[in-house]
């Protein structure tokens, strides 16, 4: 019932049918409601959201593509589960990949995406529900990178946030690391709005790197 109402949800956005049933097994799996490892059928797939097999196909495809499914031959899809080891290379990437964006943004930003990213922080001091903070932290971010104009980089950059996502929910839920975030927000968005590139990178590094070794640490337990 609850993936018919995210696929529900994600119709309004009157995207394509496959990117919609993506939109909400992407939702599900960042959510925990699928677990690592378990098989995600077409069939049934298809039944709960009452379309055909075809657009869920290509709806695991594309998470496929973004590394939370894996399709593997007579067995279809699995929820595809993530190592230390990987964890360990996405927080490398995100550090250099938006550590650029960063670069490039700060000489286009203005008042008003300062002003925009504060609000963003106003609303994740009030947000309670991890899955919303988590959005509105995307939100932050992808604020702070909008100025580079570099769409291909903030794409791949969205990428790696969505891989380690589910995860880091997890961890802000269990380790309340909401605080320490989002004292970093602020430290990092001051040095935005002055223009003190080197302090704003050098920050934002800091903060990809101390939640990484939150979740590198969690994965190494578990496995």
Do not use: C
Not at 14 to 35: C, H, Q, V, Y
Not at 49 to 62: D, F, N, T, Y
């Amino acid at each position: 019932m609850r993936l018919k109402q995210l696929f529900d949800s994600s119709t309004r956005n009157r995207t394509s049918t496959p990117d919609n049933i993506a939109a909400a097994l992407r939702e599900a799996i960042r959510s925990g409601w699928f677990k690592d490892g378990q098989r995600l059928r077409q069939d049934e797939l298809a039944a709960e959201l009452g379309v055909s097999k075809i657009p869920v196909r290509e709806a695991l495809r594309l998470l496929e593509a973004e590394g939370l499914v894996t399709l593997l031959p007579n067995r279809g899809a699995v929820v595809a589960p993530i190592s230390a080891g990987e964890a360990q290379e996405i927080v490398e990437l995100r550090v250099a990949l938006e550590s650029l964006a960063l670069r490039l943004a700060i000489p286009n930003s203005d008042a008003r995406i300062v002003h925009r990213a504060a609000e963003i922080l106003d609303d994740l001091d009030r947000e309670t529900d991890v899955a919303r903070w988590s959005g509105l932290n995307w939100e932050f971010h992808a604020a702070l990178y909008q100025p580079a104009e570099r769409p291909r980089l903030l794409e791949m950059i969205r990428q790696q946030h969505a891989h380690v996502d589910r995860y880091m929910r997890l961890i802000l839920s269990t380790l309340r690391h909401q605080d320490r975030s989002q004292e970093e927000h602020r430290a990092l968005l001051s040095a935005y709005e002055g223009r003190d590139t080197d302090r704003a990178v050098g920050t934002l590094a800091q903060h990809i790197e101390a939640a990484g070794v939150l979740l590198i640490a969690h994965l190494r337990q578990r496995e």
